[in-house]
């Protein structure tokens, strides 16, 4: 009886041991080990983030690497962007390098600041969180006023008058040359 018990014991111990092994061989991201199709906007098992980069051989072959960069995520591990996100945030997997000057874009900056991507892509937020921060901007806040800004922009298109009423009748066409500026 004893030595079932310890032959039982020993299973589930091995048991145990395989299990946990194989859960964080499978859960853990490496850059290194990305290919160019989810390393833009992934960020490590170690929090840190990736980065596609672009290699061009003496042949003038392209080739793609993913490494991991020395810019660590907040509160965000083991990622891999979702082609929802990569979408909703109007991002491109291809990509190299990501600069704080896309927040200058008024367009870029509305689909950022829109629902679909500021409430429901976190690390895509967080990235672009902090680099606001580094140029001193707070993103929610510059959300906020790019909201106001549309809201402001299609009030003032619709009250502008800019846009001309449509003829009432059909536009006649003379034939006639525009004359010629005098020397």
Known sequence: MASNF???TLAVLALAVFAFCFQTTLGEIT??????DTCTYAVSSTGKRCVLEKHVKRSGEEEYSCRTSEIEAD??????????CVKACGLDRKSFG???DSL??????EILCSPQCYNSCPNVVDLYFNLAAGEGVFLPKLCEAQRANARRGLAEFRSSGLVAPAPLSGVKFLGLAPAMAPF
Do not use: A, G, M, P
Not at 75 to 83: A, G, T
Not at 104 to 109: A, G, H, I, K, M
């Open 6 to 8: 310890s032959l039982k």
């Open 31 to 36: 850059c290194e080990h990305l290919d160019q």
């Open 104 to 109: 200058l874009e008024s367009r870029f900056t």
């Open 98 to 100: 990501i600069s704080s």
């Open 75 to 84: 509160k965000i591990k083991n990622w891999v962007e979702s082609d929802r």
